[in-house]
């Protein structure tokens, strides 16, 4: 999401819905939630008067935390998830908003190596060397593992076609056809990370 260009400070309400807006076409429940929050006094109360643009996605982790640990109901499996949630929120909000506060996000979203795989193509193209790859904070590391994914742009496909998780996006810039037929030779995968559990 494009929160790079927010004004500062945001609000509650601003933040649910722009985490609304991205999200809204991969997990639309999740964003009808995000909607909901936007709008209700409980759930705005348990993150800051200017929030950080993750503050949604660390109340949800938060939520799904309880959930996994058995103190509150899997609010995702319930027959009415808003209920459920707000629920969860009536009972743990103090809790929630340490959460919210305290515990930082990572993530392993890996459809941001759709744009780095034509970087990547590209350095071994000019070094003809195997890659060493190194990611700082790599949390489940899903990144790392980049080249066994399948990627399609305009000018073809890269990767492997058997993959279950195919990468697509929008080309600001074409990439070149010619690029597409590097093949990658990954050496070594290090993850750096000190916190691996968040």
């Not at 790599?138 to 990468?167: F, I, K, Q, T, V």
Request: glycine share 8%; aromatic share 10%.
């Amino acid at each position: 999401m494009g929160h790079d260009g927010w004004k500062q400070p945001v609000t509650g309400p601003e933040v649910f819905e722009a985490m609304a807006d991205g999200v809204e076409a991969v997990t639309p429940d999740t964003a009808a939630l995000f909607r909901r929050c936007a709008t209700d006094p409980l759930a705005l109360s348990v993150i800051p008067d200017e929030p950080t643009w993750d503050m949604p996605h660390r109340l949800l982790a938060g939520a799904r935390w309880l959930a996994l640990a058995g103190e509150a109901e899997d609010f995702e499996q319930a027959e009415d998830p808003w209920n459920a949630f707000h629920a969860l929120l009536e009972v743990h909000g103090n809790w929630l908003a340490r959460f919210v506060l305290e515990q930082p996000v990572q993530t392993s979203e890996v459809q941001r190596c759709w744009a780095l795989l034509p970087i990547f193509l590209f350095v071994v193209r000019q070094t003809g060397r195997p890659l060493d790859l190194i990611e700082l904070g790599p949390s489940a590391g899903l990144n790392l593992l980049w080249d066994r994914y399948g990627y399609r742009y305009e000018a073809g496909m890269w990767g492997d076609p058997a993959s279950p998780l195919l990468l697509v996006g929008d080309e600001r810039s074409p990439v070149p056809g010619d690029l597409l037929q590097t093949e990658v030779d990954v050496r070594r995968r290090v993850g750096i990370d000190l916190n691996p559990s968040t």
